[in-house]
């Protein structure tokens, strides 16, 4: 990384809890709130960018594990509420720690068979048959009426973490930039691993990295699963954040949206996913408090982005990226 | 006579009406340099391409070491150590010299689903890669993105990255190409040295080359293998000449 | 009388009047003049989604872009001819208008933005036109407000046909049908046998070349992108008279068509026809007689549910089955 893009990360990583803390000061508890939904959107875009920034490969239904993650948070707490044993004697639980690790591990296991259908296409085809699974499942929650079907899913009380009193704003946020901070630990681990540089080529060129003895399609398969893990503990924190899920964050439109947020950042950058979510919150806050029609405006954004700063908000801090 | 390291056998691929490769059957034994010509569209690379592992032959058999590759995939025939260079460079763009070596470094070693330790303080990977970059002549370029570098040196690293595979044969497609008369006398001497590590079968439409390097050479015309012989043999072989030169020998 | 409008098109139509969109409540006998109506539905749903994915399929197929604004265009023929035939009474006024708004609208597009992403990978493509989404959708609510339109059926068309067994079924739903007959024969005629189609197909295999031969590629680009633009908004004109017209209708109905075209194989007229029945067929007939099959196995009231909740995923693995086994498409144009 170069020092410049050095420089970049750490100032963001240092502004958004700054920016937490002086809100808290000031007894502004809504920034408190803005800034863990950018932390939030922060990790799900850094599990996407694991895919996508680092394995070129451009999955369109991230949404898929970003809900999966809530509905498992949801349902959970749901079950947990009304005491209700959930399917096979299980029992609901509001215990932050073990909805974490149930979200992670049902987005592992539902990535599995999608990259094992998915990732024998490229393409175009890959893009849409991301979609497809993530319309599946979208439709699936909707006509599912045991859990709110299309009107989601509350979540009466904040889920407990030993230690955290998560039902204050500021607490809770402290627990999701440390989540944050570990996925972007994570990412930046696996960047300069073994691994990572056998994800990379398979983005550069998946021809030579075959002809070095290295099948690009087992590579890809666990990027996308890990990168499926990551967006999903994202979820279950959102949903959370908000007390609340629905189809929403199944939709399509979120796929979009996930896919934004490591644009504007900066694809494959340490840092793009938070430089990106803070982006669109920001766009989301500001465009939104001034007109309605914010999105219209963020559509225009994008197409700058698009055309004239192809490297994120990183890349026009940082210059290129540098692979040592 | 030494068993053949890889051996081809009646190998057919046609595409539509057009038979690209007919009834092809050639080897490579150890410690040679095999050359493979043929006047363009003879159906070179379509061999060299199922040797490799990217296209699958309608028949016939591929075996290297001993072991019947025809149906394994192009990792695990690179695995078993079958390197090959491309026609046209093809190498990871944004990576630096170095690390396009490091990892066939890392590919030969086997695993890549090491997720925490950060290869370039990897002195496993980082010592013998910088010992091929020496070998090459690109010391000076170890840093520099392969997409920076000249064309010639992109042939160089082609070769580095076959080396650092530490293979048991090499299928070189082309190294020759755009090498400039200088590039090429540089490149024919280091291949006669690597004969010695991994046998070679060689494509080349360079003739100096391939009459100053091989110790037997295939030509391949309309998909057939019309003659194969000793460089003297295939100089002398009217056959050839008629199809190859035009010649009304 | 059944779903009105199938199942993929309601989840978002909020506003449409409710009791057309109910799935009939508790098992009703299956009769043989409601099992025609339902296959009658996947047809004409079909048809719909041929419209709009021959358009889509094209534009892939000829200038390897994938376009996501392409609801949008399906969106802007719907406004257009509901508010024409609002102000002038005319259903058919607004129904030449929606193919004119929708190929202008389209022309502009790949003037303004389509053009410049030709050459770009298709992550920069899926983020410029999901942006064109949003502006579209939101200028669109800019101009028309959030509240729906309505569009009547036109008065010749208005009326019911006698089915066999007893049924019933609208006349303006066998007229989109014969519409999309009379659409697939055309493109097949116009792309087989005319100059314009002869240089689509060349475009198809070789664009230097076409260029060379002194096409003029810029403006054939142009020319294919508005006709699958106005094809597009004809679909949304035909089925604003169904459903209510408004903002975000054309997100479901495009990744409806992107099933299609997936399905069909990519960049191939022929796939998005046959995937497009397929879809349509698939989606409705999954539908209406899951939950009648499950009724047998389970109790009434879970049948209901579990039926429509797997109804509602059906396509999308048919399609997942499919590429599983082809991975591009029933009818690759190109591979």
Request: hydrophobic share 55%.
């Amino acid at each position: 990384m170069s020092p410049r893009e050095k420089a970049a990360t750490l100032a963001l990583l240092a502004l958004l809890p700054a920016a937490a803390l002086a809100a808290l000061l000031l007894g502004e508890t809504f920034y408190i709130t803005l800034a863990t939904r950018i932390a939030v959107l922060a990790l799900a875009a850094v599990g996407l960018n694991i895919a996508l920034g680092l394995g070129g490969l451009v999955s369109f239904g991230h949404a898929a594990f970003f809900g999966l993650g809530g509905y498992a948070a949801g349902v959970l707490a749901t079950n947990a509420f009304n005491a209700e044993p959930l399917a096979f004697g299980l029992a609901g639980t509001t215990s932050m720690p073990a909805i974490s690790l149930v979200a992670v591990l049902l987005c592992g296991l539902v990535a599995l068979p999608i990259g094992l259908v998915s990732l024998r296409t490229s393409g175009v085809y890959f893009i849409m048959i991301t979609l497809a699974f993530a319309q599946m499942i979208y439709y699936f929650a909707i006509s599912w009426p045991a859990y709110g079907g299309e009107d989601g899913l509350s979540i009466y009380v904040r889920n407990a973490f030993p230690g955290v009193e998560t039902a204050k704003p500021f607490s809770f946020f402290v627990l999701v930039f440390a989540l944050l901070l570990a996925a972007l630990a994570l990412f930046h681990r696996l960047q300069a691993s073994r691994f990572g540089a056998a994800l990379e080529a398979s983005r550069q060129n998946p021809v030579r990295l075959a002809a070095l003895g290295i099948s690009p399609f087992s590579i890809r398969l666990v990027a996308f699963v890990l990168s499926a893990m990551v967006t999903g503990l994202a979820g279950a924190l959102f949903a959370d954040l908000n007390r609340f899920v629905s189809p929403s964050m199944l939709s399509w439109h979120m796929s979009g949206e996930l896919i934004v947020l490591v644009i504007l950042g900066g694809k494959g950058r340490l840092a793009g996913p938070l430089a990106g979510a803070a982006l669109y919150v920001a766009f989301e806050h500001v465009l939104g408090g001034l007109t309605e029609r914010w999105q219209f405006f963020l559509g225009l954004v994008l197409l700058a982005v698009v055309f004239l700063a192809r490297g994120g908000l990183i890349g026009l801090l940082a210059g290129r990226p540098r692979h040592g | 006579m030494a068993e053949p390291v890889l051996a081809v056998d009646r190998l057919e691929k046609a595409f539509g009406a057009l038979k690209a490769t007919n009834g092809v059957s050639l080897d490579l034994r150890p410690g040679e340099i095999h050359a493979l010509i043929g006047p363009n569209g003879a159906g070179k690379s379509t061999l060299i391409n199922q040797i490799a592992g990217a296209l699958a032959p309608d028949a016939g058999t591929i075996r290297f070491l001993g072991r019947d590759v025809t149906a394994l995939s192009t990792a695990a025939r690179a695995r078993l150590g079958l390197a090959r260079t491309f026609q046209v460079s093809s190498l990871l763009p944004d990576f630096s010299a170095l690390r396009n070596i490091m990892l066939a470094a890392q590919a030969r070693q086997g695993s890549s689903l090491r997720f925490l330790r950060p290869v370039l303080s990897d002195r496993t990977l980082t010592e013998p890669a910088m010992a091929i970059l020496a070998r090459v002549g690109l010391t000076a370029r170890a840093d520099v993105p392969a997409a920076e570098l000249s064309h010639g040196e992109r042939r160089q690293l082609e070769i580095a990255v076959a080396l650092a595979m530490q293979p048991k044969a090499f299928l070189l497609d082309e190294p020759m190409a755009g090498m400039g008369p200088e590039g090429s006398k540089t490149l024919t001497a280091f291949l006669d040295g690597l004969r010695q590590e991994a046998p070679i079968l060689l494509v080349e439409h360079d003739m100096d080359a391939v009459f100053a390097l091989a110790d037997r050479v295939s030509v391949l015309v309309y998909g057939q293998v019309i003659a194969s012989g000793s460089v003297a043999e295939i100089r002398s072989d009217p056959e050839v000449r008629r199809a190859y030169l035009g010649d009304a020998a | 009388m059944a779903a009105f409008v199938s199942g993929q098109f309601r989840t978002q139509d909020r506003y449409a009047p409710l009791p057309e969109l109910l799935q009939p409540a508790g098992p009703i006998p299956l009769s043989l003049a409601l099992l025609i109506e339902q296959l009658l539905n996947g047809l004409q749903l079909g048809v719909m989604l041929f419209l709009i994915a021959a358009g889509l399929t094209l534009i892939f197929g000829v200038m390897g872009l994938i376009n996501l604004a392409h609801g949008s265009l399906y969106m802007v023929g719907a406004f257009a001819c509901a508010s024409v035939a609002a102000t002038t009474g005319s259903f058919w006024l607004g129904l030449v208008t929606s193919l004119a708004a929708a190929a202008a609208a389209g022309a502009l597009m790949e003037v303004a933005v389509i053009r410049r992403l030709y050459a770009r990978d298709h992550l920069d493509q899926v983020l410029a036109t999901f942006a064109l989404i949003l502006v579209f959708s939101e200028g669109t609510r800019w101009l028309f407000g959030s509240f729906p339109l309505y569009l009547d059926i036109p008065p010749v068309l208005q009326g019911a046909v006698a089915l066999p067994g007893g049924g019933q079924y609208p006349l303006y739903r066998l007229a989109i049908i014969a519409v999309g007959v009379l659409v697939a024969a055309g493109l097949y005629l116009l792309i087989g046998r005319t100059r314009l189609g002869m240089r689509i197909r060349a475009g198809e295999t070789d664009r230097e070349m076409i260029a060379a031969l002194g096409v003029d590629i810029r403006a054939l680009y142009t020319l294919v992108f508005a006709l699958g633009a106005a094809l597009a908004g004809l679909a949304g004109a035909l089925v604003g008279a169904l459903q209510s017209v408004q903002v975000g209708m054309g997100e479901p109905a495009l990744i409806l068509a992107f099933v299609v075209i997936v399905i069909g194989g990519i960049g191939s007229i022929k796939g998005a026809l046959v995937g497009a029945v397929l879809v349509g067929l698939v989606d409705t007939m999954g539908r209406f007689l899951l939950p009648k099959l499950l009724a047998l196995a389970l109790p009434a009231t879970q049948a209901g549910p579990v039926g429509a909740a797997i109804a509602s995923m059906l396509i999308y693995i048919l399609m997942a089955l499919i590429l599983a086994f082809r991975p591009s498409g029933l009818f690759s144009a190109r591979s």
